[in-house]
């Protein structure tokens, strides 16, 4: 299945839809908004301009979304390796 965010991206866990309201309160809390931008999100797109300025909040939720659902790969044995001293081996 094919994003409709970026050409070419994969979407690896179910797809959300923009008629989902759960995005929207996500978010309100991960950006600081302009008072237009919250009232286009409480009340709805009214015109093609504003359904444009909704779909470019969605991607860019989708994006934060996946960035925040990313496992991060752990350090540790890089870390142990980076203190070594080469000259002890």
Not at 62 to 73: D, Q, S
Request: charged share 25%; proline share 7%; glycine share 2%.
């Amino acid at each position: 299945m094919q994003s409709s965010c970026q050409p070419g991206s994969l979407i690896l866990d179910k797809p959300t839809s923009m008629t989902d309201a759960s995005w929207i309160e996500e978010y309100k809390q991960w950006k600081i908004l302009k008072p237009s931008q919250i009232q286009l999100l409480d009340e709805g797109a009214q015109s093609l301009s504003q359904t444009w300025l909704l779909n470019q909040m969605w991607c860019d939720w989708k994006e934060m979304k996946k960035l925040k659902e990313t496992e991060l790969p752990s350090l540790a044995p890089a870390l142990n390796d980076f203190n070594k001293d080469p000259w002890d081996e």
